[in-house]
């Protein structure tokens, strides 16, 4: 959705005000929405919840449990469920008629339905938090550390003379890049996790990154 400074400002005073954050996962969504949260008028959807409420999964692990490794047998068969659910879940989060809605997708919100991510465009303010060169390292770290579900779409490659496990941290990177370009795309900002992260970004500095440059 592609708006002023000025409109943003104003949708946000009348409780009009709709924006979607989209990024890798533990690059920093959720923290940025949590904040926002706190300090200003905004009504969060997580939408991660919402797939694990109508899944039945108690927790992120459980969820990540559940889809597995893309080396694990049927991973492709729960990759395509886990991407329907996700379809669902954006799209009840999109027809939501709360006031200044602040939408926290998953990473793999470019693969939903073609239609529903239209819609995602269209009506909201996307801000895309892209990962800085220097976080790379931590968010392939927390990828084992802490479980979430991931879709790799075809983007995981068994390499030579390395384990399962080893390639999996080869394929990261080259994952990472082919969805920036998707997430570039359909970004009507970009702010880096660096920012987002550094403990001297107040909140007020952080609503101001959020906004149009112009």
């Known amino acids: 959705m592609n708006i002023s400074r000025h409109d943003f400002s104003k949708r946000y005073q009348k409780g009009d005000l709709k924006i979607a954050l989209i990024?890798?996962?533990?690059?920093?969504?959720?923290?940025?929405?949590k904040r926002l949260v706190k300090h200003y008028e905004f009504s969060l959807i997580e939408v991660d919840r919402l797939i694990r409420k109508n899944m039945?999964?108690?927790?992120?692990?459980?969820?990540?449990d559940w889809q597995g490794q893309p080396f694990t047998n049927g991973y492709d068969e729960r990759e395509d469920i886990?991407?329907?659910?996700?379809?669902?879940?954006?799209?009840?989060?999109?027809?939501?008629?709360?006031?200044n809605t602040l939408i926290d997708t998953t990473g793999s919100v470019i693969y939903?339905?073609?239609?529903?991510?239209?819609?995602l465009v269209k009506n909201f303010f996307v801000v895309y938090i892209q990962v800085h060169e220097d976080h790379m390292e931590r968010l392939k770290s927390d990828y084992f550390s802490?479980?979430?579900?991931?879709?790799?779409?075809?983007?995981?490659?068994?390499?030579?003379?390395?384990?399962?496990?080893?390639?999996l941290f080869v394929c990261y990177p080259e994952l990472l890049?082919?969805?920036?370009?998707?997430?570039?795309?359909?970004a009507d900002k970009i702010i880096c996790s660096s920012k987002i992260l550094d403990e001297k970004t107040d909140i007020d500095e952080l609503f101001e990154l959020l906004q149009p440059t112009d």
């Open 177 to 186: 890049n082919a969805r920036r370009k998707a997430y570039e795309k359909i």
């Open 23 to 33: 990024g890798m996962s533990n690059v920093g969504k959720s923290y940025t929405a």
């Open 112 to 119: 939903i339905e073609k239609d529903v991510l239209e819609e």
């Open 146 to 167: 802490n479980p979430k579900p991931l879709v790799w779409k075809n983007h995981y490659r068994k390499i030579s003379a390395k384990t399962p496990i080893e390639s």
């Open 56 to 64: 039945g999964h108690e927790s992120m692990k459980d969820f990540a």
């Open 82 to 99: 886990s991407i329907q659910k996700e379809t669902i879940a954006t799209k009840s989060a999109i027809s939501s008629k709360k006031k």
